[in-house]
């Protein structure tokens, strides 16, 4: 026979574990909320380093699909790309950015500029 107390325990756990689900969500909505006020006031484009990026994947990963819905310092896209082990380092080694000019184009162009000046 179960006891009164044996069956209000289950109904009390699941009372506080909701309002624990509850509380969490009302701090993740506020997060949220800062983040786009904070954002509002950087630049546009945000440079991502390794360790950002380690970071944001160790996070990430664990949200599944559910980090479209709350990444934005890159795109969802970028983020597929980075679990998936395609990045910019993988691909190509060096300095991320576009390469450099060549000399000869950089000596040409510095010569017409001083000649039309």
Known sequence: MVTPMKAVIPSLVLVIAQATDREL??????????????????????SVTPRDRQTLLKFGKKLGGKIRALITIVTPRTC????????PTNRRPG???????????????????????
Not at 33 to 42: D, T
Not at 102 to 116: G, I, M, Q, T
């Open 25 to 46: 969500a009302r701090m993740v909505e506020y997060l949220k909320a800062e983040n786009r006020i904070l954002r509002s006031k950087l630049p546009k484009r945000i």
């Open 80 to 87: 597929l790309r980075w679990v998936g082990g395609d990045s």
């Open 95 to 117: 300095k991320p950015g576009r390469p450099r000019t060549k000399e000869e184009v950089r000596e040409s162009v510095l010569k017409l500029a001083r000649k039309n000046a």
